[in-house]
């Protein structure tokens, strides 16, 4: 465990939907990610999942584009500051109390993930930071690792990223997980339960 501090940043309100990476597929003539036509997971509400780290970039340099704004994946440490909510020292982003005390737990992901922004939010008004699918980050992973962490160089958590790394990390913060334990992924391979949400600078 470090603290570290990271610069001013926006991140969304809830997971990239489907909906909204329909527009990007149909305007890059962009390949579909596995599961898009399962129908367990064709509610335009719901987050887009299979998706890998670079279709995950792709969307964000899109986005980028069609609004002038800069748009990206958060990086490991703000993805951590957001789930947390200004919440420290606590196993999940709402507190201590178990997964299963959180409201219709029982009743979710029965056949695919919930459509976004129904669900709990976090005291930065963020939905589903801790459920419904992974979120994937721009962090990076290397041989230099503690438990999926970067060792840090300095205090301050910057965005840039070294193309020597082989491989990112994916924030697996699912209602199994507690808050801030990235898990290692190959950037190439997708996941039905991995979706991510967009950050941009402020």
């Known amino acids: 465990m470090h603290r570290v501090w990271v610069d001013v940043f926006e991140l969304a309100e809830c997971q990239v939907t489907r909906s909204e990476y329909a527009q990007f597929l149909a305007a890059c003539n962009y390949p579909k990610p596995p599961q898009w036509d399962d129908p367990n997971f064709s509610d335009a509400d719901q987050p887009v999942v299979a998706t890998s780290w670079f279709d995950a970039a792709a969307y964000c340099e899109w986005l980028s584009r069609n609004t002038g704004n800069r748009y990206r994946l958060p990086t490991e440490a703000e993805w ?19 997964p299963e005390s959180l409201a219709n737990y029982a009743a979710r992901w029965k056949t695919g993930p919930e459509p976004v922004g129904r669900a709990e939010k976090n ?35 910057g965005i ?16 199994r997980y507690r808050a801030a334990r990235p898990v290692p992924a ?17």
């Open 123 to 157: 005291a930065y008004g963020l939905y589903d930071i801790g459920a419904n699918v992974h979120e994937m980050v721009r962090g990076l992973v290397s041989g230099g690792l503690l438990f999926g962490f970067e060792r840090p160089k300095s205090k301050r958590a």
């Open 186 to 202: 190959s950037r190439r391979i997708s996941y039905a339960d991995y979706g991510f949400r967009v950050a941009r600078d402020s």
């Open 160 to 175: 840039g990223v070294a193309s020597s790394f082989a491989r990112r990390v994916m924030a697996a913060l699912y209602q």
């Open 80 to 98: 951590e500051r957001a789930a947390r909510g200004g919440i420290e020292h606590k196993q999940f982003p709402w507190g201590d109390d178990p």
